[in-house]
């Protein structure tokens, strides 16, 4: 008896692939976070109690408690929390836009030996901790830091201005680190534009400025909608960057989330607080795949 491996569909091994690590790093995962979210809350280890239970006379009894969900709702600190984290996502996402759109298409329009060399500036941080990198944030920021040393040395300010611990240090340590994850795929989509639409704007009397607004600005949309998901649902779950920038005042799921798991010994509520998070960022991922698809089609 032969075997042979020459009748298998490597195109059907190639798409098993990703699929078979999204079932066993995504869905077992969340299977297990949505089964300790109908939970009940006990002190015990595991502190939950299994909604599946077996009695003596052999009888399986499920209870699913609902009510962790229900206090998600009622509870003003979990909507305030939700609230907070994607206003925190949705300012970081459009800073990140505003001051990563230039860099990305300066860095398309340098010549090609210059290229590399910028992309790499942008790809450098990576290369450092990231904690690390948050807590040098610290040094900068707080009262007798370099920034405020900086300051009160060229004569801006006579008393150390109050940044850490508050939404502005919470905010320049999201954008700082988050705008490489804007810059990369957005500088993907700006150099591979189609120049002889701009030659053609440009022989029809387009300003430059027009030809940004029309030709390169929607051409790049694609490349702005994947940067800036690449942005906003990471930093709905950011945790690091506001329990050591933010103050008492920044309230965001990652921080609250790490309260009820290991203050509370609360996992039902941190875990029905985490399935709920994850199908609210599915939407904007739903949306990035409509949009994808939606101009495909166009292109077709």
Known sequence: MKLSFATA?????????????????????????LKISVSEPQLAMPPYQDWIREFEDGLLTITLNIGNYLL????DLYVSALLGSATIAGISTLLCLLIGYPMAY???????????????LIILPFWTS????????????KDNGLLNQLLMSIGLIDQPLQILHTPVAVYIGVVYSYLPFLVLPLYATLVRLDNTLLE??????ARPLRQFMTVTLPQSVPGMVAGSMLVFIPVMGE??????????????VGKLMWTEFFNNKDW?????????????????????????????EEEK
Not at 72 to 75: C, N, P, T
Not at 200 to 205: E, I, K, P, S, T
Not at 239 to 252: A, E, R
Request: glycine share 4%; hydrophobic share 65%; proline share 9%.
């Open 9 to 33: 569909n490597p195109q059907k091994l190639i798409v098993a692939i990703p699929w078979l690590w999204l079932a066993l790093f995504f869905v077992m995962p969340f299977i297990f976070i």
């Open 200 to 205: 053609a704007a440009a022989d029809l009397g």
């Open 268 to 296: 039902p509520v941190a875990s029905s607080l985490a399935a709920v998070l994850l199908m609210l960022l599915i939407i904007p991922f739903v949306f990035m795949r409509h949009f994808e698809q939606r101009t495909a």
């Open 72 to 75: 998600l709702l009622e509870d």
């Open 130 to 141: 990231f904690l690390l990198r948050v807590y040098a944030w610290i040094g900068i920021l």
């Open 239 to 252: 945790f690091v960057i506001p329990d050591l920038l933010g103050g008492p005042d920044t309230l965001m």
């Open 106 to 120: 300066a860095i398309a329009l340098a010549p090609s030996h210059w290229r590399m060399p910028l992309l790499m």
